[in-house]
């Protein structure tokens, strides 16, 4: 039996129907339960369970060995929080040596232990990517990650209207506000916005007119549903996803000569520019809110103008992965902005990394425009909020990356697995 015989007959054993492996099901499992922090044990959820378990399987499956680690196009993201543990844990113990640490212990240990998880993560679906590329039909993960999220929204929406918690867990926010079973808004706003795109890129892909009309009303139901969360982030990231996509789409669409679809692409970009320049304080006024996110008292504010003077005492490698943010004696606070909070743990030598990797990611994404508009909402986050510990995020950008990478018929060449899934 030769190797490429021999990994679709193990590829077969962890087949749970035709069109759905073990390692799928736990990928839009943990998806689907990623919003719903409320059904979380301490720091466990059926999201870190399901890629604990993806985890010990994927290593069984690639017999533990990290193929294709060189290749370029694998484990980026896999590369980038490794990369930026180590710069942390350096940092941590430099402080820790010179006699001036900064921030808990306490807190430290967690933002290690929640790297390490999300490390963990992405590492398992990297090293089954590169061992076997048709263990993982992204085209599969897309679709049962949108259908099932989606449901699950309307249904947990309909019941919210006429009682306000379920089996004593609260359904809205101040008793107004959409946040099903949910600590805050956030949790279930960044997973929604990105995952309500998905039905954008598939609207693209399906032939079926039918199937395209059923898609379309569940985006529109996530648009609405979304809207009544009350995160300006999400509806800043909505709207801006949903522009780019219409230029993407356009562009794909017209029968036109590339020159005259760059002349429209760009008169569109000028039209837009113009509109906001002609409408600026309302448009500066939308940005405050979003990414202050009417917070009150300017605590975002203070709290950024804080984290960016405490970096620049150790400018280069940080303070390590704790809260570093001291706003009254020995209490420290989270940055809530994904840069400064890189910044602040492992330097501008941990952001120049983290920025490196983020570019070879986006970069990809380029070349499938719809895509990359649906992880703009990730990208309003990244710039308001802090995403670092946020594992559920990093896989739908894991998610929409080997989409990309499929859709462009771009993998490696030595895997000699032929080419199936994407045909």
């Known amino acids: 039996m030769g190797r490429a015989e021999a990994k679709r007959v ?3 054993s962890y087949r749970i129907t035709k069109n759905l492996n073990l390692f799928e099901a736990l990928i839009v499992v943990s998806i689907l ?9 301490s720091f466990f959820g059926v999201t870190e369970v399901c890629f604990i378990i993806l985890f010990v399987l994927g290593m069984i499956y690639t017999g533990g060995i990290l193929h294709s680690v060189k290749n370029p196009k694998f484990y980026i993201l896999s590369k980038c929080f490794l990369i930026l543990i180590v710069i942390m844990l350096f940092s941590w113990a430099v402080h820790i040596l ?3 640490p900064s921030g808990r212990t306490s807190s430290a240990v967690f933002n290690l232990f929640s790297y390490i998880m999300v490390l963990a993560a992405l590492l398992s679906i990297d090293s089954i990517v590169a061992y076997d590329r048709n263990t993982l039909n992204w085209r599969t993960i897309m679709d049962l990650c949108f259908y099932s999220l989606s449901v699950a929204f309307i249904i ?3 019941i919210s209207r006429s009682q306000s918690t379920l089996f004593g867990i609260r359904l809205l926010y101040y008793g107004k506000l959409f946040c099903p079973l949910a600590d805050n808004i956030h949790q279930v706003s ?10 954008v890129v598939m609207i693209t892909e399906k032939r079926s007119i039918l199937q395209k009309l059923i898609i379309l009303a569940l985006t529109a139901a996530n648009l609405y549903i979304g809207s009544q969360i009350g995160s300006d982030k999400y509806d800043m990231g909505m709207v801006l996803g949903l522009i780019a996509a219409a230029i993407a789409i356009i562009y794909k669409v017209l029968e036109l000569p590339k020159t005259e679809k760059r002349i429209l692409i760009l008169l569109i970009v000028t039209l837009v520019a113009v509109l906001v320049l002609l409408n600026y304080g309302k448009v500066a006024d939308a940005l405050v809110d979003a990414f202050a996110e009417r917070d009150g008292h300017g605590a975002r504010s203070s709290l950024y103008s804080l984290a960016l003077e405490k970096s620049t005492k150790s400018i280069l490698i940080g303070f390590g992965p704790a809260s570093h943010i001291e706003v009254s004696a020995g209490s420290y606070y989270d940055a ?8 602040l743990q492992s330097g501008l030598l941990g952001l120049g990394v983290f920025l490196f990797f983020l570019y070879r990611v986006f970069r990809q994404l380029l070349k499938t425009p719809v895509s990359l508009a649906g992880t703009i909402p990730i990208l309003i986050y990244l710039l308001g909020g802090d995403l670092l510990r946020r594992l559920p ?7 929409y990356y080997y989409h990309s990478l499929f859709r462009t018929d771009q ?3 030595e895997i000699t697995i032929p080419h199936t899934v994407y045909t």
């Open 393 to 399: 995020v990093w896989i739908i950008l894991m998610i």
């Open 411 to 413: 993998m490696p060449q």
């Open 336 to 343: 809530h902005q994904t840069l400064l909070a890189v910044l």
């Open 33 to 41: 339960f990623a919003p719903f922090t409320k059904l979380r044990f």
């Open 98 to 100: 010179i006699g001036d």
């Open 10 to 12: 193990i590829r077969l």
């Open 190 to 199: 960044m997973i929604l916005a990105p995952v309500a795109f998905f039905g």
């Open 156 to 158: 947990l929406y309909i």
